[in-house]
């Protein structure tokens, strides 16, 4: 157990002197602090790009989603024209799919804008709150709202990233005196109760707080780009409740006693509790109804997205 838990050491060790020499060589030839930022941002932004144009790929194939040929629902057709001349964008392609609960889609891969559509809104809303509906995903590729995500996350996460890096020497070294000292005391389980332990238990708390702001400020700001959706639909189609009214028809149908799955975005279960309000991509339905209401009645504040 001694022998073991030596091994251990020296080998957390080995890698704690590596990743303190690489923050020693980084610091000695550290570039100008601008031209850091701008480069550290110009990569970040190009995975995040490359990130988001793979993932919308792999995302529209595993929906096996087919074309809406024109022919076969030429009403939804006139529906699109009409709203993408008034948003003065390119009408998307539109596919059709069967969700694991009625829901849209609004997609960009590979610079191809699409809207896939459950095939059960076709039954479910009707005329108005399906245009109103086909308004608000218009409006996400109007405002490139999925890419600017997906940028802001990739950069986020690079900041997240860098600050991992730079406590990588003390990570490595509490672990690995923490793991060594358990070892050579026969308790290897019992690691994260020593000294080092402890200290390795605070910094991973502190990265990580750190790290759910960041993600809790991400998430923030896609729920605006929700509700400066939903203002847009509502613009355009001069009818905010009967956007209201999909939504309120989508939240019942994705309910169990209707026979569906309980999601709301796809592969996203929305949860009522703070934690998971904080950390979701879409605001509450009721919260979206209430400010489609207020626009209705003229109450209603503008929402700024940055």
Do not use: C
């Amino acid at each position: 157990m001694v022998l073991v838990g030596l091994t251990i050491f020296a080998f957390y060790l080995v890698l704690a002197a590596l990743s303190a020499f690489a923050l020693l060589t980084l610091w000695e030839f550290r570039p100008d602090p601008v031209t850091a930022a701008l480069v550290g941002i110009s990569v970040s932004l190009v995975l995040g790009y490359l990130s988001f144009r793979l993932g919308t790929v792999q995302l529209l194939s595993r929906l096996e989603a087919r074309d809406l040929p024109p022919e076969e629902a030429p009403a939804v057709y006139r529906m699109l024209d009409r709203l993408a001349d008034e948003m003065d964008i390119t009408a998307p392609t539109l596919k059709i799919a069967r969700f694991s609960a009625p829901n849209a889609l609004a997609l960009d891969p590979m610079g191809q804008d699409v809207v896939v559509l459950d095939a059960t809104l076709f039954r479910l809303l009707s005329g108005d709150e399906f245009e109103a509906l086909l308004a608000h995903e218009l409006a996400h590729l109007e405002r490139k709202d999925g890419l600017s995500q997906t940028l802001i996350a990739s950069t986020l996460q690079t900041v997240v990233g860098i600050g991992y890096f730079f406590v990588s020497p003390l990570t490595f070294l509490t672990t690995g005196t923490a793991l060594g000292l358990a070892w050579m005391r026969g308790t290897p389980t019992a690691w994260e109760q020593t000294l080092p332990g402890k200290i390795r238990h605070r910094l991973d708390t502190f990265v990580g707080v750190f790290g759910f702001g960041l993600t809790v400020l991400v998430r923030s700001q896609s729920r605006k780009r929700e509700f400066a959706a939903d203002a847009r639909a509502a613009e355009v189609t001069d009818n905010p409740l009967a956007l209201a009214s999909a939504l309120q028809k989508l939240e019942r149908a994705s309910r169990p006693e209707w026979g569906f799955s309980p999601l709301w975005v796809y592969g996203e279960v929305e949860a009522e509790d703070r934690i998971s309000s904080l950390l979701s991509t879409h605001p509450s339905t009721e919260e979206r109804v209430t400010r489609l209401e207020a626009i209705e009645s003229g109450s209603w504040t503008q929402i700024e997205v940055n």
